[in-house]
């Protein structure tokens, strides 16, 4: 198949209270791979609105990601940073994959049924259509790479299925129109390290979440260093000391989850954390967890807090990075038309 000069993209809602599962999962990465990678950062308000959204709050929240991003490092001088309704390709490229997917990729999406809940039948027509959109966030730049954590793998399996399947569809087309033998490429998933899936701080079976309704679930990006500390020691855990090993963190999820956000936010391993903190009671432990959180989070909170008081500057970031966005985009698109038979 066709090689495509690599390519990152990814993509938060603007949902209110990013948390560490975020920043871990998904925003730690954003920030290393701009060294090495061309990067597109997309604040997905057109995701958002898959459920009922307050437009005053919404606002809010798609600066407030944007905030985030620049306030954990990433250049927005040298990376767009745009939110995805500035650019009109995302929702176009969104129909024609409407019309690629199956109906029974769909009905497999595991996201769909948990946000659905029991009343499927008034989901909106948008929550189930999301992975079609997703993969035309992605592939509306042929990104080659996609960062994100463990919950969002099947949402990217079926992004490479729509791509595979258009390239088949549309071969003949394709190879018309000049682009060989492939017109998207197979986006890989990026889903790496100690922390792809953090937990809850309450509830080690349960995936740390923006919507859970105790906030000492989460460490939110937004928390000071006060809230940091408490909800961290706060946090459940279990009689035992730590293990030695990482085998001895097997059937103990709120250790594994501790130890996990440790050593992600060390760049380390949960072998390295559990050399320095194995066979110690959890207290101390969790005292040197105290002290890197703080140390870690506290400033991205600050930073935020000032960013975000100035509304005109991110309002300025979004434009600039949007505007970018669509030379890529919009040059995509045309030739999506072209292959599809359009007439432009
Ligand atoms: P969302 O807030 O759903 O838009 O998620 C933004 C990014 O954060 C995606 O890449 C998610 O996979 C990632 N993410 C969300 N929650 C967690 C979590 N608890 N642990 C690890 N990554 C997460
Ligand atoms: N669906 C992702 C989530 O809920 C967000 C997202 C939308 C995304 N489009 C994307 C992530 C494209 C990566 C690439 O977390």
């Given amino acids: 198949m066709a090689t495509f000069p690599e390519r990152v993209f990814s993509g938060v809602q603007p949902t209110g209270n990013l948390h560490l599962g975020n920043y871990l999962g998904a925003i730690v990465k954003f920030v290393e791979l701009q060294r090495s990678h061309e990067c597109l950062y997309c604040v997905v308000d057109l ?23 620049i306030a954990c490092g990433v250049d927005p001088a040298a990376h767009a940073i745009f939110n995805q309704s500035q ?19 769909l009905n497999r999406m595991t996201q769909f049924k948990e946000k659905a809940g029991k009343d499927r039948e008034n989901a909106s027509v948008g929550l189930y259509a999301y992975p079609c959109l997703m993969a035309a966030d992605i592939l509306l730049y042929k990104a080659t790479h996609v960062p994100v954590g463990e919950d969002q793998k099947q949402h990217l399996e079926l992004a490479r299925d729509v791509a595979q ?15 060989g033998d492939a017109f998207f490429p197979l986006p890989e998933p990026l889903i790496q390290g100690p922390a792809t899936r953090v937990m809850s701080l309450r509830d080690g079976s349960k995936k740390m979440s923006k919507s859970d309704p105790s906030d000492y679930s989460r460490i939110n990006l937004s ?40 050593a ?40 935020m807090k000032r960013l975000t008081a100035d509304p005109g500057y991110i309002d300025g970031v979004l434009a600039d990075g949007a505007a970018r966005a669509r030379m890529i985009a919009d040059e995509n698109m045309k030739a999506v038309k072209d292959v599809l038979g359009f007439v432009r």
């Fill in 264 to 303: 992600a936010l060390t760049g380390s391993t949960k072998a390295d954390v559990l050399k320095t903190f194995g066979g110690g009671q959890f207290s101390a432990f969790k005292s040197a967890l105290v002290d890197l959180a703080v140390a870690k989070l506290g400033p991205i909170g600050a930073e």
């Fill in 87 to 105: 650019v009109s390709g995302h929702a176009e490229l969104a129909w024609v994959f409407n019309c690629v997917a199956r109906i029974g990729w």
């Fill in 165 to 179: 399947k258009f390239n088949l569809d549309f071969s003949a087309s394709i190879a018309a129109n000049g682009f």
């Fill in 47 to 69: 995701h958002a609105i898959t459920v009922p959204q307050k437009p005053e709050e919404l606002k809010a929240s798609i600066r407030e990601v944007t905030a985030a991003f």
């Fill in 223 to 262: 928390d000071d260093a006060d809230a940091i500390a408490q909800k961290v020691r706060k946090a459940k855990t279990d009689p035992e000391p730590l293990p030695g090993e990482t085998a001895g963190l097997e059937g103990r999820p709120e250790a594994d989850n501790l130890v996990g956000v440790y």
